[in-house]
């Protein structure tokens, strides 16, 4: 047994002090042991297993007896820490009553991993009589008396001796220790685990030789690398030990907990031989479920070689006949070619081991291997050759590691596939694997504990860039939607699609079904029940709520904000983004977040993460995403799919939407609500109808019910709203004493759609005396610019040109206004006829549809079923009435109050008037649609006062009170004619100028309002002025001109109309650098390829980033780079602030 360590530690200073005693007393002689076997004989021998623990016990020759005469390796164990190798020699020597000390060699000397002693390997050209002995294989000798001469008499009286004890042994169980570097110099541990049958040390073997490779120059080439070998009983015949592969792991698994002696633990890969390698992967596999000192382990595993290790299985048909009846056979079965315990490992061992930063390497036998047979009853492999191991099963290693440099052939067969001889060919080619995988080991990241990480600080930096990317009603979607009834969707936890998904470690899997069929709600349920990954990512599309939560770019941020708070590795990649783009200004006023760079930057953020986390991304409602963008983003779903499949980190993707506008693409599973529902529609209508259907004494209720129960459930078809909005219509008429067939007959007039159902409510339900109060509230239910709040809504229907009147002061003196909110909810219910709702999100409320299907069957002409005019545009007319009522409030006394205006809204929002922040952003986005629709918005002109524009000041004073960060914020000095231009509203330019609006007014940013045109896009409206004769070449007093203005843009329409007029290309822009810069900034490759074509100087120097290129590449516009490239772009060409980070462009594309 090993010293404690308190009167170990004292062991050093007493051998220094009497090695000189010590060399006398046991007859040291010379000094020719400062290297392994110096002056000893180099006698080989092929039989370093014994019989009790041969491979497979039949690998030796049959006269094995010459054992011993020939070189035999042991292990020497509890040698003294600080004792030397001719120190070593003799004790041993001493102990086993060796005469000729040069008969004795020792193969290595090592520190244990106890640190309290060392661990020798050594062989004896003649095996001594002492380590004799019929099935014995280990050896002990009591050495305290040699420990305790090392040091002075007068320390040892008086005291109680502990004991040293030196076991010697040759089946090398355990671990064992062949050659440590200095402390100073670890950086690696590399164990080497043998095959079925084999042993530790004899598998590694050279052939006829008595080199062994990985104890005679392995530790010789890697420097710094702790060398292990592992050993465990593994014979077949007569063996007489019961172990499975879950045991032998186990063990293995708890001798590896043992190997670092310190907090940190070294990077760790392992050399595995055949039933080694599975060993290895069942130990890892446990450490993955185990508690957090396995995992500790687990994190500090970079890979392995496997070397014919049968992941799928071998051929086992020559040794079925050595165990049969005896107790390890289920063992050797278990590793057959039609094991099933072996494809659940390789699954379950592809999850336990997906760090991104890690590799295994597979080897594979070409030759083939004789088999065992019985001869005179005696087991020989002298049977029909055949490959052991085939190629499949064992390069059958994680998904994403199936190229040609993830494999390598070996013209070996089974058993000769580790042994390797001096300056062996194949050996120098492993090396060069070897030498790899431990530079990469060394390497390694560390940190990958995925709680860490996970839930590490926020730090103050951080915080910024969080606050940038967020928005109020990230999460608002997701909340709202109801949580699955208990049992209803089920049925997806053995959808076999839902299991392909979850056993892929790429899985996309696709809910499509119709509107109303509870794709949100199974989504949700998917979200609580799949496997709980490192990294979650969700986003619900949600039409009826904000423009972000509608919209790709809403999306991109909810998901950038919750990657950069889960991953360290990500948060740096957007906080340095972020520090970039501070470099212009505030965020929100000097810029904002674009959708092409921020799709590159999670997509490369993603990446990043998926190395070293399991990632799980779930999107609702795609159909919901405003602008037809729902294929682009499926489109962007299927890019960082495919990206993902060659990560070796886990991943999985499930999104939703209607069947259209989505297309199937032929990737990943799919489920379709409306074919797996029909029995959570039918418990849902049973137990619905059941509550609201009233007995009344009927006869015939229970039948009743269940009539109507099967009748609805048949047309529902899967739709689960239309459902739950007949339920309601059934019972009014049942409950009011109508039979079954008038019930049955309303039924039929329905039709199964819910279009159908939004037009008999909205027809037959409304009283006719509210219908123009019904219109007017639906109007700014759908089509107000975000939902607004109970009390917001009753400030807007009071806003009416209908409600108003002259001289009035405050909305509360309007026609008809709402008093409190809760009168108003009861209004929202009946003049809806229950399809708007309140929904409550904290400490806020907001108004809107049941469904997004309503807004969409009204905004396709369900406006006429509340009998407007389908003639004219209700949709137009809507937005024009809006625009309006907003306007009316920023008129109002109470607005123009002084406190109102330059107080910090955000500060003070209790205090402003509820409406205030919905007018003052919004009258301007319901001018656009409307004039878009045809409606002229001259009525701006005299709404606004001009051209004193007192209420147009007052409203610019306002909204940069509200507004500090905001992308649309009005710049001081602005005026109707700038705002108009921005809104493209060319009907009030046309009437400004034909009242001798000067052209040329600018803000105080020296923004002519072509600039502002040129910006967003406005080409009519660009036309209109330049035939008006302004000045396209203005700058305004940042260097900006139109033509660098619309190519930041990349609005190539008007860029080509200000060339053909002559604009300079070349224009220097200040900070924008020039035309060209800003359209490769963005990645518009369009807008940048018309300026080159038009003479823009690809090397232009100017702006952060010194010049085009530079700017293309730092947000990684990879197809615009190449562009410039292509035109000659130098790659060393720098300039600017961006000159100070020393990159270049074609190094950061």
């Not at 060069?432 to 590490?456: D, H, L, P, Q, Y």
């Not at 520090?579 to 990446?607: I, P, T, V």
């Not at 919905?918 to 656009?928: E, P, R, T, V």
């Not at 518009?1084 to 690809?1098: D, E, P």
């Amino acid at each position: 047994m090993a010293p404690n360590r308190k009167t170990a530690n004292k062991l050093p200073d007493r051998v220094k002090k009497a090695r000189r005693r010590a060399a006398a007393t046991y007859d040291v002689q010379g000094s020719a042991a400062d290297g392994l076997g110096s002056n000893l004989s180099d006698s080989v021998n092929d039989a370093d297993i014994p019989p009790t623990n041969q491979a497979l016990a039949i690998a030796t020759p049959e006269d094995r007896e010459v054992c011993a005469q020939q070189d035999h390796v042991y292990r020497v164990r509890g040698l003294p820490r600080e004792i030397s190798m001719q120190e070593a020699i003799h004790l041993v020597s001493l102990h086993c009553k060796v005469r000729d000390r040069n008969s004795l060699r020792i193969r290595s000397l090592a520190p244990a991993l106890d640190g309290l002693s060392k661990v020798a390997t050594l062989s004896f050209s003649q095996i001594p009589a002492t380590l004799s002995g019929h099935n014995k294989n280990e050896w002990s000798f009591d050495i305290t008396d040699f420990v305790y001469n090392l040091q002075s008499e007068s320390e040892a009286d008086g005291r109680i001796l502990q004991k040293y004890t030196l076991s010697i042994d040759d089946h090398f169980c355990g671990l064992t220790v062949l050659k440590s570097p200095e402390p100073l110099c670890h950086q690696v541990d590399c164990i080497a685990i043998s095959g079925l049958g084999g042993h530790a040390f004899g598998s590694f073997k050279a052939k006829g030789s008595s080199y062994m490779w990985l104890c005679d120059d392995l530790p010789f080439k890697l420097a710094t690398t702790r060398i292990i070998l592992y050993g465990y009983e593994s014979q077949l015949h007569m063996s007489q030990h019961v172990q499975d592969l879950e045991a032998l792991a186990t063990t293995l698994r708890l001798s590896i907990q043992n190997l670092s002696q310190v907090k940190e633990r070294k990077p760790l890969f392992f050399i595995a031989h055949s039933l080694g390698g599975l060993i290895v992967k069942e130990a890892i596999i446990q450490m993955q479920e185990a508690p957090d000192e396995d995992r500790d382990v687990l994190t500090s595993i970079y890979g392995a070689l496997f070397f014919g290790v049968p992941n799928q299985g071998m051929d086992i048909k020559s040794l079925i006949p050595m165990v049969e009846g005896q107790v390890n056979q289920a063992l050797l079965h278990s590793i057959s070619n039609e094991s099933q315990l072996l494809r659940n490992q390789s699954r379950k061992f592809e999850k336990a081991f997906d760090f991104a930063d890690s590799q295994i390497v597979c080897f594979y036998e070409t030759v083939t291997s004789p088999t065992a047979i019985k001869i005179a009853d005696k087991w020989a492999m002298k049977g029909p050759p055949c490959i052991l191991v085939d190629f499949s099963s064992a390069t059958h290693g994680r998904r994403w590691e199936n190229q040609a440099h993830h494999v390598q052939a070996i013209d070996r067969d089974h058993s000769q596939l580790v042994k390797f001889k001096a300056n062996d060919e194949v050996y120098e080619r492993v090396l060069i694997t070897i030498k790899r995988i431990s530079e990469k080991a060394v390497a390694m990241k560390r940190g990958r504990n995925v709680e860490e990480e996970k839930f590490c600080v926020v730090t103050p930096d951080d915080l910024g860039c969080l606050a940038a990317l967020a928005f109020p009603e990230m999460r608002y979607r997701q909340d709202e939607v109801q949580d699955a009834r208990a049992d209803s969707c089920s049925w997806i936890l053995e959808h076999t699609a839902y299991k392909n998904w979850v056993d892929d470690p790429h899985g996309l899997l696709w809910v499509k079904g119709k509107p109303g069929s509870g794709k949100s709600t199974l989504m949700k349920r998917i979200y609580k029940e799949a496997t709980p990954a490192d990294i979650r990512l969700t986003f619900f599309f949600h039409r009826r709520g904000v423009q972000l939560q509608q919209t790709a770019i809403g999306m991109l941020r909810t998901l950038s904000h919750q990657l950069m708070s889960q991953s360290v590795s990500a948060r740096t990649m957007f906080q340095r983004f972020y520090n970039e783009k501070k470099m212009f200004g505030n965020y929100g006023r000097d810029w904002d977040w674009h959708d092409a760079e921020l799709r590159q930057l999670l997509k490369s953020a993603l990446d990043v993460a998926t190395k070293s986390h399991h990632i799980s991304i779930f999107l609702d409602a795609l159909d919901e995403a405003m602008d037809g963008s729902a294929e682009c983003i499926v489109t962007y779903i299927y890019e960082v799919h495919e990206m993902f499949q060659k990560s070796p980190g886990r991943t999985n993707i499930c999104f939703s939407s209607r069947h259209y506008p989505i297309y199937s693409r032929n990737m990943g599973a799919e489920v379709i609500m409306e074919k797996e529902n029909d029995s959570d529609i039918s418990d849902y209508i049973t137990e619905e109808l059941s509550k609201c259907l009233q007995e009344n004494s009927r006869q015939s209720w229970l039948d009743d019910l269940e009539t109507l129960q099967s009748q609805v459930t048949s047309i529902a078809d899967g739709v689960f709203l239309w459902a739950k909005l007949i339920i309601p219509l059934i019972a009014k008429q049942y409950n009011k004493g109508k039979s079954l067939n008038q019930v049955q007959e309303m039924l039929r007039k329905v039709l199964p759609d819910l279009s159908s159902i939004y037009e008999h409510t909205l027809k037959n339900l409304i009283d006719d005396e509210d219908r123009a109060d019904s219109v007017h509230l639906i109007q700014w239910v759908c089509l107000a610019n975000r939902p607004l709040s109970v009390v917001e809504l009753r400030y807007a229907l009071a806003l009416d040109d209908s409600a108003i009147h002259d001289y009035q002061n405050s909305v509360s003196e309007s026609r008809g206004f709402v008093e409190d909110d809760l009168r108003m909810k009861q209004l929202i219910t009946s003049l809806s006829g229950g399809l708007i709702e309140v929904r409550d999100h904290h400490s806020q409320n907001v108004v809107q549809f049941i469904h997004q299907s309503v807004n969409d069957s009204l905004l396709k002409g369900g406006f006429g079923w509340l009998g407007l005019n389908s003639e004219v545009d209700v949709v137009g007319q809507g937005h024009h009435r809006l625009t309006r009522s907003c306007i009316n409030y920023l008129r109002l006394e109470e607005v123009q109050e002084p406190k109102f205006l330059g107080f910090n809204y955000y500060q003070n929002a209790e205090q402003a008037p509820p409406f205030l922040e919905y007018a003052i952003k919004s009258w301007f986005l319901h001018a656009q649609i409307a004039e878009q629709k045809g409606i002229s918005q001259t009525h701006l002109i005299q709404k606004f006062e001009w051209p004193d524009e007192r209420y147009f000041k007052q409203w610019v004073e306002l909204y940069r009170a509200i507004g500090d960060y905001d992308h649309s914020l009005p710049e001081l000095s602005t005026t109707l004619l700038h705002t108009s231009a921005a809104s493209g509203l060319l009907s009030v330019i046309k009437e400004l100028l034909d009242l001798g609006q000067d052209l040329e007014v600018q803000d105080v940013r020296g923004n002519r309002a072509l600039h502002v045109a040129a910006r967003f896009g406005h080409t009519n409206i660009v036309k209109m002025f330049l035939n008006a004769g302004v000045d396209f070449q203005a700058q305004n007093l940042y260097g900006n001109t139109a033509l660098e203005r619309a190519a930041s843009g990349g609005h190539t329409n008007t860029m080509k109309i200000l060339l053909n007029m002559g604009a300079d290309v070349n224009c220097n822009t200040g900070e924008s650098g020039n035309a060209l810069y800003s359209a490769a900034s963005i990645g518009s490759y369009l807008a940048t390829a018309m300026l080159l074509q038009n003479g823009a100087k690809v090397n232009a120097q100017g702006g952060y980033y010194g010049n085009a290129l530079q700017a293309a590449a730092s947000e990684e516009n990879e197809a615009v780079v190449k562009l410039l490239l292509d035109r000659g772009a130098d790659i060393h060409a720098q300039g600017g602030e961006f000159d100070e980070t020393g990159y270049e462009g074609l190094d950061t594309a």
